[in-house]
T-cell receptor
């Protein structure tokens, strides 16, 4: 079964600085997607960024970028120029095809605090 | 365009009772997934509905059941509630088809407390 591991329960960063959140996963599938979701205190899960496994180029979305290392099964999220609004729980998630195309497997989450 | 909506926002039940949670998908979406998120944990997949049928199920007991209506809205039912069922229940909707990249849009969740 696929598993997703986030080894950093909590992280903090100064406003305007850069922070990297770590994620590793385990799978035997070759075709899959990886996602980072943000869950603020309002509870609504919001997609931050996604990465297709067959694409070698790392995805970027404005201040958010990923470092996808397929061989190492690593998928880290870098947040540049951190803002107070970035404070939230961040979840790494996996979706493969063999186990069902729509099911997301989530990690345990990393709580990110932004210090003003 | 309304996003995914869920009701109620909060719910308090006692052990042994039954509960029904409701979800309306985002406009244009016909696939609904349910997740359970215990406090301090990541969401766990319960099941997914498409064309009014359960398409995939996670490792949850039969006490958890669901339904999808012709208008694509969905219900999650939990029977014989246990203290361990206390959690945030999230509904997510997506476009049809086994497309890996289809984004799942999440609702704000229903917080269930079992006393």
């Amino acid at each position: 079964a696929q598993t997703v591991t986030q080894s950093q329960p909590e992280m903090s960063v100064q406003e305007a600085e850069t922070v990297t959140l770590s994620c590793t996963y385990d799978t035997s599938e070759s075709d899959y997607y990886l996602f980072w979701y943000k869950q603020p205190p309002s509870r609504q899960m919001i997609l931050v960024i996604r990465q297709e496994a067959y694409k070698q180029q790392n995805a970027t979305e404005n201040r958010f970028s990923v470092n996808f290392q397929k061989a190492a099964k690593s998928f880290s999220l870098k947040i540049s120029d951190s803002q107070l609004g970035d404070a939230a729980m961040y979840f790494c998630a996996y979706r493969g095809l063999i186990q069902g195309a729509q099911k997301l497997v989530f990690g345990q989450g990393t709580r990110l605090t932004i210090n003003p | 365009d309304a996003g995914v909506t869920q009701s109620p926002t909060h719910l308090i039940k006692t052990r042994g009772q039954q509960v029904t949670l409701r979800c309306s998908p985002k406009s244009g979406h016909d696939t609904v997934s349910w997740y359970q998120q215990a406090l301090g944990q990541g969401p766990q997949f319960i099941f997914q509905y498409y064309e009014e049928e359960e398409r995939q199920r996670g490792n949850f007991p039969d006490r958890f059941s669901g339904h999808q209506f012709p208008n694509y809205s969905s219900e999650l039912n939990v029977n014989a509630l246990l203290l361990g069922d206390s959690a945030l229940y999230l509904c997510a909707s997506s476009l049809p088809g086994l497309v890996l990249g289809n984004e799942q849009f999440f609702g704000p969740g229903t917080r269930l407390t079992v006393l």
